[in-house]
């Protein structure tokens, strides 16, 4: 049953570490020197530590001497994987510095044989927590009484 709100759920299993360095594939990728970004193009994936993100497009935003990313949008069937956990949106926005990825558009969130969906899910790679808002609605399995 759909319910409007906030619920919050483990997610990943495991607290990740977003100090980690961070492996990006990608078909082709345009750097912008002028405000340092980089965007990478086509079957992106993303690793760092346990933490896996796929998506269309992945524009990455270094800090202003551009040493370190500072963020990371993804666009285009976004799919996060952390541990057992998997969640589906149309759109991950990554602060590497909190560890938070906030996912919006039609937020899909599988957990074993559980699902859940909602508008968007804030998920906080630390703590190995996640809060999903607006329209929750889940679906949870259940061995029947046994």
């Known amino acids: 049953m759909p319910a409007t709100g906030q619920t919050n759920v483990a997610f990943g299993g495991i607290k990740a570490d977003p100090t980690l360095p961070v492996e990006v594939t990608a078909d082709s990728l345009d750097v912008n020197q002028a405000d340092g970004s980089a965007e990478f193009k086509g079957n992106v994936r993303i690793g760092q530590g346990e933490m896996r993100i796929s998506a269309q497009r992945v524009?990455?935003?270094?800090n202003q001497d551009q040493s370190t990313i500072q963020r990371m949008e993804a666009v285009g069937?976004?799919?996060?994987?952390?541990?057992?956990?998997?969640?589906?949106?149309?759109?991950?926005?990554?602060?590497i510095d909190t560890g938070v990825i906030v996912m919006t558009g039609n937020v899909l969130l599988t957990q074993g044989a559980?699902?859940?969906?909602?508008?968007?899910?804030?998920?906080?790679?630390?703590?190995?927590?996640a809060q999903m808002n607006g329209r929750v609605r889940t679906i949870l399995q259940n061995d029947g009484g046994n």
Request: glycine residues 6%; hydrophobic residues 40%.
């Open 59 to 62: 524009l990455v935003i270094y």
């Open 77 to 95: 069937n976004v799919v996060l994987v952390s541990g057992p956990d998997a969640a589906e949106a149309d759109r991950a926005d990554y602060s």
């Open 114 to 129: 559980n699902a859940l969906s909602s508008n968007n899910m804030t998920v906080n790679l630390t703590t190995g927590t």
